[in-house]
Every structure is written in structure tokens, then in C-alpha cells.
T-cell receptor, first 114, second 117 residues
Framework: AQSVTQPDIHITVSEGASLELRCNYS??????LFWYVQSPGQGLQLLLK??????LVQGIKGFEAEFKRSQSSFNLRKPSVHWSDAAEYFC????????????FGSGTRLLVRP | GAVVSQHPSWVICKSGTSVKIECRSL??????MFWYRQFPKQSLMLMAT?????????EQGVEKDKFLINHASLTLSTLTVTSAHPEDSSFYIC?????????????FGEGSRLTVL
């Protein structure tokens, strides 16, 4: 069965520092991979996605993620965090069938120190 | 990007009443919509897949008679929480897949917070 693990429940970084949020997935083949961000009481916004091709994916708001098949990972990175990046981040996986059902990780809450 | 709208954004109801939440795709046709439930500080749990013109497919453990889903048109899916109880209080989020798209991207509504007294 598909699953997604985000090992860090919360992470605190200083504004301007670099960020890496971890995501590991379990799937029998190459899945579709996504990173979403959720502000309190809000829906989800797609940051980036990986379907195939270049394993380094660029997203919105200066985020990027790298798909590493050997490690079953899809970690999210940002070189310089802004205070407005404080939010909940979810990694998600979907099968390559036509259902596009997303399975979400447990989320990582990002706190940004001034 | 495509827009998915949920209504109401929040609702408070008495125990035993039924509540309907609407999910609309505003600028695209959604052949498939998904309903998720999110408890405070937790992840999103897929409840059901809603396909236009057919019965919804529920995930294991989700009561279909409790959470009625209707997807009568390509732009509207509704979730009705029947005979709501306090344990049904949660944040419900819908997502819709653009039937004309090729990337499989899902667009999410802003969520509906249900509080059952």
C-alpha cells in the first residue's frame, strides 16, 4: 500500500536560513509526488509536483524538491526562509493510475524565528 | 490556476441535524472530486472519491450512510453529514481534478470547518 512519512513533526528555523523538509514514500513503482502548503484554517496550495523527467523540481515561492529513487525520498528545500513561509507542509503521493487519489503524510509544521 | 470553492467555510449546528457542504469547480469541469477530513493538527484523511454521475467510492472505515456524497454535475459535489454528532466536528476539504487536464493536478477548496454542539 502507498504511504508517506514525514519524520519531522515540526521544524524551527531562523529567517534567512536554509530549509529542508523530509519526505519518504512507499510505493511499488514511481509515483506522482507533491508538496502542499497549508496556512492555518486554509485549504492547500500546491508548491510543486514530480511526475517524471528531471529529478530536481522547481516550485513556487522559491521552493524546490529532489526526487531520489534510491532513497524513496522527495525532500523539500528552500535556500532562504521568509517569515511568511511559516505554515504546515504536506508531502503527498498518488498512484499513476487514473484515480489520482492523494495519500498525505502527517505534515511538518514550520516555525520561523525572526 | 483553477479555482475550487467550498461553501460554507464554517458552520455550527446542533447534534442530530444534517449539514450540507458544497464543493464547486469555478472555471473547469471536474469529473472527479475528493473529500478529505482533517482533525486539528493532523493530516488529511481521504474519505471518498466522487465521480460525476455515479456513486461515490468510500474509503475503508468511512460510513457511507453518515457522509452522503452527491456529484450531480461536472462542477458541483456535495457532502452531507447526516445526524451530526460532536465527533463529526472537523475540517472538511474537497479537491477536484480537472477532467481536461493532463497533469493530474488536484485543486483544493479552502475547507469547511464543522462544529457540532
Amino acid at each position: 500500500a502507498q504511504s508517506v512519512t514525514q519524520p519531522d513533526i515540526h521544524i524551527t528555523v531562523s529567517e534567512g536560513a536554509s530549509l529542508e523538509l523530509r519526505c519518504n514514500y512507499s510505493y511499488g513503482a514511481t509515483p506522482y509526488l507533491f508538496w502542499y502548503v497549508q496556512s492555518p484554517g486554509q485549504g492547500l496550495q500546491l508548491l510543486l509536483k514530480y511526475f517524471s523527467g528531471d529529478t530536481l523540481v522547481q516550485g513556487i515561492k522559491g521552493f524546490e524538491a529532489e526526487f531520489k529513487r534510491s532513497q524513496s525520498s522527495f525532500n523539500l528545500r528552500k535556500p532562504s526562509v521568509h517569515w511568511s513561509d511559516a505554515a504546515e507542509y504536506f508531502c503527498a503521493v498518488a498512484g499513476m493510475d487514473s484515480s489520482y487519489k492523494l495519500i498525505f503524510g502527517s505534515g511538518t509544521r514550520l516555525l520561523v524565528r525572526p | 490556476g483553477a479555482v475550487v470553492s467550498q461553501h460554507p467555510s464554517w458552520v455550527i449546528c446542533k447534534s442530530g441535524t444534517s449539514v450540507k457542504i458544497e464543493c464547486r469547480s469555478l472555471d473547469f469541469q471536474a469529473t472527479t472530486m475528493f473529500w478529505y477530513r482533517q482533525f486539528p493538527k493532523q493530516s488529511l484523511m481521504l474519505m471518498a472519491t466522487s465521480n460525476e454521475g455515479s456513486k461515490a467510492t468510500y474509503e475503508q472505515g468511512v460510513e457511507k450512510d453518515k457522509f452522503l456524497i452527491n456529484h450531480a454535475s461536472l462542477t458541483l459535489s456535495t457532502l452531507t453529514v447526516t445526524s451530526a454528532h460532536p465527533e463529526d466536528s472537523s475540517f472538511y476539504i474537497c479537491s477536484a481534478r480537472d477532467g481536461g487536464g493532463t497533469t493530474g493536478e488536484l485543486f483544493f477548496g479552502e475547507g469547511s470547518r464543522l462544529t457540532v454542539l
